[in-house]
T-cell receptor
């Protein structure tokens, strides 16, 4: 069964600090991995998308990495802002069924 | 940037009543989805729709649920006889392989 596990479940950091969120998956065969940001009560918004051959992808202060060999991805947030407080969801798509598996998300709280 | 539009933003209904949630996906996308998210829980897949028919559905998507794309633009989710446990945020998404999902802002369904 395809699984996507995210850690930590929740994280509290001070404004201006950096943080790294983890995503481990068992989805196979792998097509792509996406990180989404979901503000409370809103739909998820895409941050990055990476295919098998991509190791890193940046979007402003967000940098995602992918190690397809170990089936791990991380999302690094630099110089956090209060507006970064949200749930960050890792979504992995497989090639065969074209189905996406969602992680449970990491809830990030940035405090002043 | 193209958006997925959902209406209404909030729907309150009595248990046993029928509700229709509406979505206008991005026009040149070919794949459409409904997801739900119970408060505090992860996003759950309900159904995918391609070429005017259901391509996949989850075990959640039982006979009480149906989807339609009646006029080539609107994409609707109907719940025939709502239950208390149907209370959740319902997200519509359209998908393009080069980008991934674009989610709507969601409809908060409250069944009383």
């Amino acid at each position: 069964k395809n699984q996507v596990e995210q850690s930590p479940q929740s994280l509290i950091i001070l404004e201006g600090k950096n943080c790294t969120l983890q995503c481990n998956y068992t989805v196979s065969p792998f097509s792509n991995l996406r990180w989404y940001k979901q503000d409370t009560g809103r739909g998820p918004v895409s941050l990055t998308i990476m295919t098998f051959s991509e190791n890193t992808k940046s979007n402003g202060r967000y940098t995602a990495t992918l190690d397809a060999d170990t089936k791990q991805s991380s999302l690094h947030i630099t110089a956090s802002q209060l507006s970064d407080s949200a749930s960050y969801i890792c979504v992995v798509r497989d090639t065969n069924a074209g189905k996406s598996t969602f992680g449970d998300g990491t809830t990030l709280t940035v405090k002043p | 940037e193209p958006e997925v539009t959902q209406t209404p933003s909030h729907q309150v209904t009595q248990m046993g009543q029928e509700v229709i949630l509406r979505c206008v996906p991005i026009s040149n996308h070919l794949y459409f989805y409904w997801y739900r998210q119970i408060l505090g829980q992860k996003v759950e897949f309900l159904v995918s729709f391609y070429n005017n028919e259901i391509s996949e559905k989850s075990e959640i998507f039982d006979d009480q649920f149906s989807v339609e794309r009646p006029d080539g633009s609107n994409f609707t989710l109907k719940i025939r006889s709502t239950k208390l446990e149907d209370s959740a945020m319902y997200f519509c998404a359209s998908f393009w392989s080069g980008y991934g999902y674009t989610f709507g802002s969601g409809t908060r369904l409250t069944v009383v």
